[in-house]
């Protein structure tokens, strides 16, 4: 198991990195990059990836590269845990869909675990629901062998 944490520390308004004092301005300071953790489990026939905070324009890229890592060895499942991630924007979706794409042209798929009902709606609105399987807790998608789409609880 591997844990990556994307997303700079942050420092306080007027300062710099090590604490130099830096002038004062109407800006609204904020991180570079909102903060992503990406940590990838292999098991004997899956691999799952949970995330957690969020995935937005900042910090898709390497999400999309810790995806990619798992390519190298050979794989039948992977599944991704959205149960601790507050907030995905377009970006982050389109990064999903993405993947997902790879890995069916590679014989998988990407297996969604998906608890928030906002995020829920959100893959229902955008008629994602239909292109990936949703799992409403990890332990129903690793129990999971296939077989038809699972009820959403």
């Given at each position: 198991?591997?844990?990556?944490?994307?997303?700079?520390?942050?420092?306080?308004?007027?300062?710099?990195?090590?604490g130099e004092s830096v002038p004062a301005t109407d800006?609204?300071?904020?991180?570079?990059?909102?903060?992503?953790?990406?940590?990838?489990?292999?098991?004997?026939?899956?691999?799952?990836?949970?995330?957690?905070?969020?995935?937005?324009?900042?910090?898709?890229?390497?999400?999309?590269?810790?995806?990619?890592?798992?390519?190298?060895?050979?794989?039948?499942?992977?599944?991704?845990?959205?149960?601790?991630?507050?907030?995905?924007?377009?970006?982050?979706?389109?990064?999903?869909?993405?993947?997902?794409?790879?890995?069916?042209?590679?014989?998988?798929?990407?297996?969604?675990?998906?608890?928030?009902?906002?995020?829920?709606?959100?893959?229902?609105?955008?008629?994602?629901?239909?292109?990936?399987?949703?799992?409403?807790?990890?332990?129903?998608?690793?129990?999971?062998?296939s077989g038809g789409k699972p009820a959403l609880a």
């Amino acid at each position: 198991m591997w844990t990556w944490s994307a997303g700079p520390s942050w420092t306080p308004p007027g300062t710099r990195a090590g604490g130099e004092s830096v002038p004062a301005t109407d800006e609204v300071p904020h991180p570079e990059h909102a903060p992503v953790d990406i940590v990838v489990t292999d098991r004997e026939d899956v691999t799952v990836v949970a995330l957690s905070g969020e995935l937005d324009f900042s910090n898709v890229e390497r999400f999309v590269e810790a995806l990619s890592l798992p390519f190298d060895a050979v794989i039948r499942r992977t599944i991704v845990d959205l149960t601790a991630l507050r907030f995905v924007d377009s970006s982050g979706l389109n990064a999903i869909v993405v993947l997902q794409r790879r890995y069916r042209s590679g014989g998988t798929d990407l297996h969604l675990v998906v608890k928030d009902p906002r995020l829920l709606r959100l893959f229902q609105i955008t008629g994602l629901d239909q292109v990936f399987r949703l799992f409403p807790s990890l332990q129903v998608a690793l129990g999971e062998n296939s077989g038809g789409k699972p009820a959403l609880a």
